[in-house]
């Protein structure tokens, strides 16, 4: 038996790539040859010193953020299983969400002049909140289920749909001894 073959059965087409998945690797490398060219045109501008202190700048900068961010969700994380009832109020000055602040520090951790653009409107609070609204809209209709449904989508499934049920049985481990019946001397 091999686990990730597909079967194909006659008259069905297999599922053809999404555009996402067609056109993501070229976006990438897009942006990758796009942020050497940047760097290149400041590193003839400005020196290669001033690249160099731009890149380590950009991952200090970054690095703090996460960390800051880091300490933060923990802080909310220990507040609320001290409270159960209620969930924590952000602090006075703070939005409340950590993960547009987290992604702009790994943004600006990114090497590249347009990753830390991109980082700073994540962090500076007039666009994370137009980014926030933007991204809640979208999100609206996904509502993650109970964790029994966790488990449910954790089954090994098919080709044809069918789902394989079993258990795991170790084969270097003794077996336990059986306690339902009288004990035979040894």
Request: glycine share 14%; charged share 15%; net charge positive.
């Amino acid at each position: 038996m091999t686990f990730g073959a597909q079967q194909q059965t006659p008259g069905k087409r297999p599922p053809g790539r999404g555009r996402a998945r067609r056109f993501l690797p070229l976006a990438v490398a897009a942006w990758v040859v796009l942020e050497v060219w940047l760097l290149l045109l400041v590193a003839g501008a400005a020196g290669g010193l001033t690249v160099l202190a731009l890149l380590v700048a950009g991952v200090v900068a970054g690095s703090y953020v996460i960390k800051r961010a880091g300490r933060r969700a923990w802080q909310r994380l220990t507040q609320s299983l001290q409270t159960p009832g209620a969930a924590p109020a952000p602090a006075p000055g703070e939005s409340g969400g950590n993960a547009l602040t987290m992604l702009g520090g790994l943004l600006l951790m990114v090497p590249g002049l347009l990753s830390d653009a991109a980082g700073l409107l994540c962090l500076f609070p007039p666009t994370r909140a137009l980014l926030r609204k933007s991204v809640g809209r979208r999100l609206t209709g996904y509502a993650p289920g109970p964790l029994g449904d966790a488990f449910q989508q954790a089954r090994m499934h098919q080709a044809d749909g069918k789902v394989v049920q079993g258990e795991v049985i170790r084969e270097d481990e003794p077996p336990a001894p059986r306690r339902d019946g009288p004990q035979l001397p040894r």
